[in-house]
């Protein structure tokens, strides 16, 4: 018989899951690829600092380190990186992450280097075996373009490592998914240019491969600045699938070098916002058919498109996530995660047969009780937010403690980055990290998130600062009034874009008791002028202004303007290498903060960029969080946590 479970306080409950447990021990999976039934990937690892590891998992399941220590493979490109390696006939080609030169690794061999480039970066590479070479995107840092951006095209690096690689296809701001036709007469491409980003107006071109290995000059084929395209593959037999959302929605296409049509209409979504290289939502089984992830309703499901009929055919999984689904044997390889387990790579056959887990993100067995499984909500958002309002909703959740009668618990609404990206489905660690401690753990897909279609993401358009806010304002009040949420005691929490939306909530509404801000976009203007090239022209559209009008604008929305109306504590975490939201942006609203008698802390970790890596600081981000909100709502914790100053504190109290 279990023991009974002990009364305590919300927020307050001691926990399995330790900050270092939430932060070293979890794996981070990247990218998945195969080489037959062979499947490989890699795997960030924040107990080595932070070092992406490449594995393989053999046909009968037996899983190996392919690139040990110190080898780390991880691009830089458009800072974000992805698409770091890929494998053909059992040679594996990867990004070194310190070098940023391109590697072959031959089984039993040591890596051998492909590129000598001190000024290139390189990501999402393809084998052009008939021309012996890599097509790759190539980012060149040093430019001299006036406006002190690198310049991006499409390289050809010879697998014999000699020669200096060379310009393929340039002309446009930006490349992607470089594909070889399998005869290796045709390649093709993604590309977009300033001030737009890939989900808005990514366009795919083909070109033909000479004989001694020139690019003909490129034809587009789909998409531009009204729709976008993503994911361009070749069958055997020539034809070019592609997903495109000229009908609203993410669908699959297919080109037989005549015409387009649409393979499957639905509205469903299997367009992702290219955040990073190497991102896909189908894998091409063969000539005929499709396995593809496509998000209905915000939930993904899997399913199997006939390409030539457009009939899909539904597969049954207990899985809330599929990611970088590639095709290996008579199944699909991809990163996986349910309510219970946390994300794995995982082999899952389509037809008889179980679903292999591979490699799982961490081995901590959790009890039932302990593990918080998370709701769908559909909220009515208010006049700001323009329509419903999707969310996740994570109540607390412990095998050893209850809370006393009637009490409601602190929530947590956590606001995702991108502003274009969408919340995690299945298990998250650091979600189970605070629902095992008394909280609940709102995580919000406002306007503008992926998942919903391209109206719904459109719906942020010019509205960025105005209907995130109205969003997250309205899950909050959604909590308190289903009294899944004590209303004092209602904290908001995001990263990046994520942040600048937290900032703003606490300027213009009083639902949230305090706030946390990691490498939060604070001063509009002054990102503009020092940000990176490949978002130099996203606040445009998001602001719903242009290059020579956005100045009212900006200083209207950014929160260093509206700092004086903020008085509820705020605590900042921020990489001191972030070249995305530079370490300028929260130094600056810390400060003004500070001086306006608000409380805040502020912490500043060397090493990190945008999006920490390194286990320790994310354990140390944790335990600083929660230390933060024990103070500041009055919490007492049976956690050990860090003593440090929130300047102002004691005097507002």
Known sequence: MSPQPKTGPFGSWSSPISADMAAGKSLRFGSVCADGQTLYWSEGRPEEGGRSALMCALPDGAVEEILPAPWSARSKVHEYGGGEFTVQDGICFFVDAETQDLYALEPGLAPRRLSQASDTRFADMELDARHQRLIVVAERVDAGDGHGHPENFLSGVSLSGEGEPEALVAGHDFYANPRVSHDGKSLAFLSWDLPHMPWEAAALFIAAIADDGSIGAPTRVAGGVDDAVFQPEWTSDGRLLFVADANGWGNLHEWNRREIRTVEVCAADLLRPLWVFGMRSYALLDDARAAAVYFENGAARLKIINIASGESTPVETEFLSLDAITATGDGVGAVVATDTAAPAVARIPLGDGETHILRASMDAALAPDDISAARMITLDG?????????????????????????????????????????????????????????????????????????????????????????????????????????PERIVISGGSAGGFTVLLALATHNLFAAGACAYAVSDLAQLQRITHKFEAGYLYRLTGTSVHEHESVFAARSPVNQAGEISAPVIFFQGADDKVVPPAQTRSMAQTLKENGVPVASFEFAGEGHGFRQGETIARVLQLEYAFYCRTLGLESADTLPEFAIENFETVQ
Do not use: N
């Open 382 to 486: 208010d006049d700001a937010s323009g329509g419903a309002v999707h969310a996740l909703y994570y109540p607390p959740a412990s095998a050893s403690w209850a809370a006393p009668e009637g009490a409601l618990p602190p929530v947590i609404v956590t606001v995702h980055g991108g502003p274009t990206g969408y919340a995690d489905r299945g298990f998250k660690i650091k979600t189970q990290y605070w629902t095992s401690r008394g909280f609940g753990v709102c995580d919000v897909d406002y306007s503008g998130s992926a998942g919903y279609g391209r109206a719904y993401r459109e719906r942020l358009d010019g509205q960025w600062g105005i209907r995130d806010v109205a969003d997250v304002a309205a899950a909050a009040r959604y909590l308190a009034g289903a009294r899944l949420a004590d």
